[in-house]
Nanobody, 127 residues
Framework: QVHLVETGGGLVQAGGSLRLSCEDT????????MGWFRQAPGKERDIVAGISWSGSSTYYADSVKGRFTISRDGAKNTLYLQMNSLKPEDTAVYFC????????????????????WGEGTQVTVSS
């Protein structure tokens, strides 16, 4: 059963913005951190950004620093990824992931450290 539901993907021109959302309908009381990953055709699934459950720790891949912002709304059990100044190389399927076992305050960077995954949402940036 999929507990993470992503929305907000779509087609945008280079320089534009999108905001992805991920609602956690599962065991939210056990979440330690959440992350956004992306996977382009023929490439590995790589982390884009991550955030600890308290929000005190965040991580951004170098390729998105200064352009993307990760945040979460605890009351809504929802994770967000605000993406600005989008580039064609940002085109990929974006996945939301939840970590339920790591220590508090830690932001996992590797896909195998996350237990739950959404089904992904396509982001396409045209040049």
């Amino acid at each position: 059963q999929v507990h993470l539901v992503e929305t907000g993907g779509g087609l945008v021109q280079a320089g534009g913005s999108l905001r992805l959302s991920c609602e956690d309908t599962g065991r939210t009381s056990t979440v330690r951190a959440m992350g956004w990953f992306r996977q382009a055709p023929g490439k590995e699934r790589d982390i884009v950004a991550g955030i600890s459950w308290s929000g005190s720790s965040t991580y951004y891949a170098d390729s998105v620093k200064g352009r993307f912002t990760i945040s979460r709304d605890g009351a809504k059990n929802t994770l967000y990824l605000q993406m600005n100044s989008l580039k064609p190389e940002d085109t990929a399927v974006y996945f939301c992931a939840a970590d339920r076992t790591s220590r508090w305050g830690y932001v996992p960077l590797r896909s195998y450290e996350y237990e739950d995954w959404g089904e992904g949402t396509q982001v396409t940036v045209s040049s």
